[in-house]
């Protein structure tokens, strides 16, 4: 083999090694710097850098371990029925004001379904988007309103479009049960396909196919 090839496959192999461990960094880093948002107030306000001697790190620390038992606290006292009855009328208040309503019943929403097992996506399927022919992939969310319905002809589901390779960003769109092509994929490999834009093959783990890219970057199945 010549020298530029070995070079080239050696390159190759190593970007495929750091490019990951990069943008993980790179990912880290934004959600510390967010982070750091409400835990540098917390060590001001209760003077935390003096009683960590001085070490903004363990200062640092100390605020999220407080953040954390308070979160817990708040959480045990909404189980109780007097946090019940405190936290339910402060829900209805803020449902009053039109625009924090909206924001908070969203939020609200987001945040039960990310902790409640049963609100997670119900299947994967295709369905024709952004073109007749051209196909999506899409995970099913629920059905549809009956104002929906109505105007679809036909029973209608919400299908979550994922974009690719960030499936946390994307669209919601109603799709009439007519249109919508069931897969024999389960969510986790639908989610596989997006995340590696197609390229990861779904009969074999992920670490087993890193690890034979690496190995052998010209590989093809």
């Known amino acids: 083999m010549r020298p530029t090839s070995r070079l080239k496959e050696s390159f190759v192999a190593g970007l495929i090694l750091v ?36 070490v903004e790190l363990a200062a640092q620390i100390l605020a999220v371990l407080l ?4 979160i817990t606290a708040l959480g045990l006292v909404a189980q109780w029925s007097v946090g019940k009855h405190l936290f339910g009328n402060l829900g209805r208040t803020i449902n009053v004001v039109p625009l924090v ?12 379904s990310l902790v409640e097992s049963g609100s997670q996506f119900e299947r994967t399927v295709l369905v024709e988007y952004p073109r007749e022919g051209v196909y999506s992939i899409g995970l099913v969310t629920g059905e549809g309103r009956a104002s929906i319905d109505e105007v679809a002809g036909e029973r209608a ?10 499936p946390t960003a994307g669209r919601l769109v109603m799709v009439p049960e007519s ?3 069931e897969t024999d994929m389960s969510v986790r490999e639908g989610m596989r396909m997006i995340v590696t834009t197609g390229i990861g093959n779904d009969d074999e783990p992920l670490d087993a ?11 093809t199945d």
């Open 179 to 181: 249109q919508i092509h």
């Open 157 to 166: 589901y919400s299908v979550f479009l994922p974009n690719s390779p960030n």
């Open 19 to 54: 490019a990951p461990l990069a943008v993980t960094l790179y990912i880290m880093q934004i959600l510390v710097s967010w982070s750091l948002q409400f835990i540098n107030p917390v060590v001001s306000e209760f003077g935390l850098i003096e009683t960590a001697a001085n």
């Open 101 to 112: 309503s909206t924001i908070y019943g969203s939020v609200r929403q987001v945040a039960t």
């Open 209 to 219: 196919y890193d690890e034979r890219t690496v190995a052998d970057p010209q590989h």
């Open 67 to 70: 953040i954390v038992s308070v």
